[in-house]
Nanobody, 123 residues
Framework: QVQLEQSGGGSVQAGDSLRLSCAAS???????MAWFRQTPGKERAFVAA????????DYDDSVKGRFAISADTAKNTVYLQMNSLKPEDTAVYYC?????????????????WGQGTQVTVSS
């Protein structure tokens, strides 16, 4: 079993930055980590993903050039650095872990989930 503990988030102004963290513990057999976000009434939407090892990353077009995902294997922690935040980035953000091969953008492809953290961006 894998446990994902999220930290970070909060309320900021447009243009500000935030960093989310996701610490993984337990029997870690996952290969890929991702961040999703969800707003009321909508499904969880892919934001970014990375392999634990190597340089394989993927981003949704809406965050390319503004967000950066990274993995610290020594700390078993994945980060999402969010810069130039916009009001439309407001959502609950979830980290997720995938045991299978390859990066996928569907939430159904992930096996473990963090508890979620609110990010609110005001204009």
């Amino acid at each position: 079993q894998v446990q994902l503990e999220q930290s970070g988030g909060g309320s900021v102004q447009a243009g500000d930055s935030l960093r989310l963290s996701c610490a993984a513990s337990g029997r870690i057999f996952t290969q890929y980590m991702a961040w999703f976000r969800q707003t009321p009434g909508k499904e969880r939407a892919f934001v970014a993903a990375t392999a634990w090892f190597g340089l394989n990353t993927d981003y949704d077009d809406s965050v390319k050039g503004r967000f950066a995902i990274s993995a610290d294997t020594a700390k078993n922690t994945v980060y999402l650095q969010m810069n130039s935040l916009k009001p439309e980035d407001t959502a609950v953000y979830y980290c997720a872990a995938r045991a299978g091969p390859g990066i996928v953008q569907s939430a159904y492809g992930y096996d473990y989930w963090g508890q979620g953290t609110q990010v609110t961006v005001s204009s």
